[in-house]
């Protein structure tokens, strides 16, 4: 297959960036308030969240922006540090 | 076979917008460019233009949405004028850096402040270093023929880059002249359609444009850029050649004129007047019509003073050499800029002096340059303002002429407002 070549700022590579690196607090969610109603995925600017059979949120992209928390009506996410998260994790 | 129609600037300019064939168009309306964009609404709304046009919420949408337009493969143009033009500014540096073969009809407004809805050429020179393709317009026929020339230009495979086609706000915008407007038939043999061989947005060959780059990737893709500006001239210039086969109008990025004998016979004048826009017709008509009366011809040589004009048409890629030859053999260079040129000489004045500084380095001689700054904020560019650029010019030239060196200064100033209208200092009040 030709190598196709253009002038400018495009790259053909894709290396993604994992833009989870870029957070300092992550949300975490209460699946006992969590009422699956859909309206925190609408508003993720980085359309990290996904309604399943629970809520989850990929944290490899995840910037721990807030607006999830922020939107939901039942106060069924509040974010977390990364370090407590990190604790959490390896206690 | 063309038809001849009584239109303006802004009617000239939408005429060639439909002839080629425009996909898409987003403007915001702003004086003196809003019949434009009223225009081409109503032609798409007739179904006369099939194109898309996207009411925006302003200038700054109205570039951005071209350049999505752009990146999907259409054929797209906007148009504004001064502040509207400024609003844009952040957004057309990124559609000439992404390399979007765009069109832009900027009918020259003045930038404020004073504010002002008339023509100086403060609004796009504000934009000359962002790298896109800048014309200049003389008349309302100029500005319809070089949105052709400038597709043509732009979508160039060797070039791929946006062109301004710049229009005096008032004077031409809305000046009603003679103009001949293509046959759709001539144009579609002149315009091919535009190219998609390049980066489009496509999801199923994802390209990433425009991203975040470091300084080891920078300078490589602004030299891109920067080589492609300069290969812009040699296409320019055969676009424009091919319009004069095609239409009977041929475009040139630098042309000397002569009012008694052709420009290729009777070059170098004495003086050569170099200017841009609607003031270079004031200069062609003076000439042809002899309004401006004769002047002694310098170095006490029999008989009147020789006087051409250079009508400089593409201010950027800047024509420098051809600048050079056409100016070379000429006594004296009078550059008339229509914009300010706030702390330092005015931007055509600059531009012709980088120029000719190779004359010096290669040991030929450098004309005298006098630079003058006129019609600012649409002050009316008139022959006894022309008529006093020729006067101050000959009359450095004649002081020049004692000092005998390369490179001849004249003690006055080197640039000068033929047209301020200085008055006593008035008292404040108390």
Known sequence: ????????????????????????????VDEQRCRRCGICPRYCPSGVLSLGETLQVDYEYCKGCGICVTVCPFEALRMVS??????GAAG | MPTVKALDGNAAVAEAVRLARVQVIAAYPITPQTPIVEHLATAVESGRLPARYIPVESEHSALSAVAGASLVGARAFTATAGAGLALMHEIVGVVAGTRLPVVMAVTNRALPSPWTLQTDHSDTMAERDQGWIQLYAESA?????????????GEDPRVLLPVMVALDGFFVSHTVERVEVPDPEQVDAYLPPPPTNRPLLDPDHPVTINQLTSPDIFTEIKWQHREALQR??????????????????????????????????????????????????????????????????????????????????????????????????????AVVDRSAGLGSQAPLAMEVKAALYDLAAQGRRVPLVQGFVAGLGGRDFTVETLRRVVETTLGQLANARAGGSGLAAGPGPTTSWPDLKLVAAQPARP
């Open chain 2, 141 to 153: 026929q100029e500005a319809l023929d070089l949105i052709l020339v400038g597709y043509r230009t």
């Open chain 1, 1 to 28: 297959m030709a190598t196709q070549v253009w002038e400018g700022p495009f790259a053909l590579r894709l290396a993604r960036t994992r833009t989870g690196t870029w957070r300092h607090e992550r949300p975490v």
């Open chain 2, 232 to 333: 812009a001239l040699g296409v320019l210039a055969e676009a424009g050649e091919a319009y004069g086969r095609h239409f009977g109008r041929r475009y040139a990025p630098v042309e000397p004129y002569l009012p008694d004998t052709s420009a290729a016979e009777g070059w170098p004048p004495d003086v050569a007047i170099v200017t841009m826009g609607s003031m270079a017709g004031t200069v062609r008509q003076a000439l042809r019509d002899g309004l401006l009366g004769e002047f002694a011809a310098p170095g006490g040589r029999p008989g009147p003073a020789r006087v051409g004009l250079v009508k400089v048409t593409c201010f950027r890629p800047f024509p420098a050499e051809a600048l050079r030859e056409l100016l070379a053999g000429v006594q004296a260079v």
């Open chain 1, 82 to 87: 990364e370090t407590e998260a990190a604790a």
